[in-house]
C-alpha cells in the first residue's frame, strides 16, 4: 500500500489534528456554533522572500465544495505579501474546524513551490526552465509539484502524468542510463534520434563517461539535428560550471554549431541559475522546486458573530486586499471599510474575489495556463536580491 490519504478521506476531515475534533466535541457539548470568519495570511515569508505567489486554491475550492460556508480571496497565481489576507472562511466554526489541517497544507506547500519556481523564473529571464523535480516527493504529488511549479513559471514538466493534467507534453532528455547501457554519449544519442518521436527535441547528455567539451563537440558533429547539449556535470567533477559552460560555447561557435543550446541540471536554484546565465539556454531544476520552502501560512479567527475579535499578534475583523491601480501601492483593509482612492490619486481595486458562496463555486476556475500568464505579469514589475 501507499501510505496515502485518499482524496474521500481528505474530504471526510480525516487528515485533521485531533484537536480539532476535540475542539468541536466541546463545543457542541456546550452548544456554541458561532458563526466566524477565519483568515489564512502569512507573518513572514522564507528567507530572502519579498513575495511569494499563492497556489493550491484550486485544490481549497475541491475540499469545501459542497459545505455551508462562503469562501473569498486572492485569486490563484497572485503575488502576495507578509500579513496579507489570502483566503478568508465565513461560516459556522465547527461545520469547517477540522479542514484547516488540509486546508493549510494545500496552500502551504503548493504556494512554496509556485513561489520558488516564480524565482527561478525571473533569475533565468527567457531561458527555458524545466520542473525535474518529481523524484524527490511522494509520487501521490507529483501532479500537484508540477503544476505549481507550472504556475510559478516553468515552461514544462518532465513527469508524464503531471503534463497529462496540465494538458502539455512532458519534456525530458536523456538519463545516465541508457548511455551507460548503450556505452557511449554518441551512439546513446544517435539511438534516441532513430527511435523516439521525431518532435521530441534531440538534446544529449554528455557527463557521463568523458569530458564534456570533447563529448559536446563529438555529439554536435554527429547528430545532424542536435538541439541541445545536457551538462548534469557531478559535484566532483563541477569546479568553475560558468567556466566550462563558456569554454564549451566557444568550441561549439567557432565550428558552426552556433545553434545547439546549453541545458544545465543538478542542484540548480535562483541563485545558481543567476549565475550560469551568461552561457546556459535552458535549466532543469528539480529539489529546489519540489523540497522548497513552504509558506507558513496559518489560518485564525478573526471576526465572531461579525464582531472584529483576533488571538494576540493577529489583527482582527474580516479584511480584503486592495492595489492601486495608478501607483501599485498595496493595502489591506476591514471589509466594513473598502478603500477607495490611493494617495496618489489612483483608485484602490479590490483584489479579494468571492470563490465559494454556501460551498458552491462562485465562477468556474481559471485553466491553469491562464493562472500562469497571470503570474508572469506579475513576475514582470519584480526583481530579486540575488546575493
Ligand atoms: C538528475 C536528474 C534530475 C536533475 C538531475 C534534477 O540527474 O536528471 O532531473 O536535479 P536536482 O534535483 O539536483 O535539481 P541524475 O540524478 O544524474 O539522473 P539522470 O541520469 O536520471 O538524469
Known amino acids: 500500500m501507499f501510505h496515502i490519504a485518499e482524496k474521500k478521506e481528505i ?17 457542541q457539548a456546550l452548544g456554541i456554533d ?4 477565519a483568515e489564512v495570511r502569512a507573518a513572514e515569508l522564507p528567507e530572502g522572500y519579498d513575495f511569494a ?9 475541491e475540499l469545501f465544495q459542497g459545505m455551508p460556508v462562503d469562501i473569498e480571496g486572492l485569486p490563484e497565481g497572485t503575488v502576495f505579501y507578509p500579513e496579507e489576507p ?8 465547527p461545520d469547517f474546524a477540522i479542514y484547516e489541517t488540509a486546508l493549510l497544507g494545500l496552500l502551504c506547500q503548493a504556494s512554496g513551490v509556485a513561489s520558488k519556481a516564480a524565482r527561478c523564473r525571473i533569475a533565468a529571464g527567457e531561458r527555458t526552465i524545466l520542473s525535474f523535480g518529481a523524484r524527490r516527493m511522494h509520487p501521490a504529488l507529483a501532479p500537484m509539484i508540477d503544476r505549481s511549479a507550472y504556475i510559478g513559471g516553468c515552461d514544462g514538466v518532465a513527469v508524464v502524468k503531471s503534463a497529462e493534467a496540465l494538458g502539455l507534453e512532458p519534456l525530458g532528455t536523456i538519463p545516465h542510463s541508457l548511455i551507460l547501457l548503450v556505452g557511449d554519449t554518441l551512439e546513446a544519442a544517435r539511438a534516441f534520434d532513430k527511435v523516439v518521436d521525431r518532435a521530441v527535441k534531440r538534446v544529449a547528455l554528455i557527463d557521463t563517461f568523458a569530458d564534456e567539451k570533447f563529448e559536446a563537440l563529438r555529439v554536435a558533429e554527429g547528430l545532424e539535428n542536435l538541439y541541445a547539449v545536457r551538462f548534469d556535470t557531478p559535484k566532483t567533477r563541477r569546479g568553475d560550471l560558468l567556466g566550462l559552460l563558456e569554454e564549451v560555447r566557444w568550441e561549439l561557435d567557432i565550428r558552426g554549431f552556433k545553434h545547439v543550446k546549453i541545458l544545465v541540471s543538478g542542484g540548480l536554484d535562483e541563485y545558481k541559475i543567476a549565475r550560469l546565465n551568461p552561457a546556459a539556454d535552458a535549466y532543469g531544476v528539480g529539489t529546489a522546486l519540489s523540497n522548497a520552502p513552504v509558506i507558513n501560512f496559518s489560518l485564525d479567527i478573526v471576526e465572531i458573530e461579525g464582531k472584529p475579535i483576533a488571538k494576540k499578534g493577529k489583527r482582527s475583523g474580516a479584511k480584503r486586499v486592495y492595489q492601486c491601480d495608478r501607483c501599485g501601492k498595496r493595502e489591506v483593509a476591514t471589509v466594513s471599510a473598502p478603500l477607495q482612492q490611493c494617495r496618489c490619486g489612483g483608485n484602490f481595486k479590490c483584489l479579494s474575489h468571492p470563490l465559494l458562496e454556501s460551498g458552491k463555486l462562485v465562477a468556474p476556475l481559471p485553466e491553469v495556463s491562464k493562472i500562469r500568464k497571470y503570474v508572469l505579469e506579475q513576475l514582470r514589475g519584480l526583481d530579486l536580491k540575488l546575493l
Request: zero cysteines; charged letters at 25%; glycine letters at 8%.
Open 53 to 61: 505567489v499563492l497556489a493550491g486554491v484550486e485544490e481549497v475550492a
Open 11 to 27: 474530504k471526510q476531515g480525516k487528515v485533521t489534528d485531533v484537536y480539532f475534533q476535540r475542539t468541536v466535541e466541546v463545543l
Open 86 to 93: 489570502v483566503l478568508t472562511i465565513s461560516g459556522k466554526y
Open 34 to 37: 458561532s458563526r466566524v470568519a
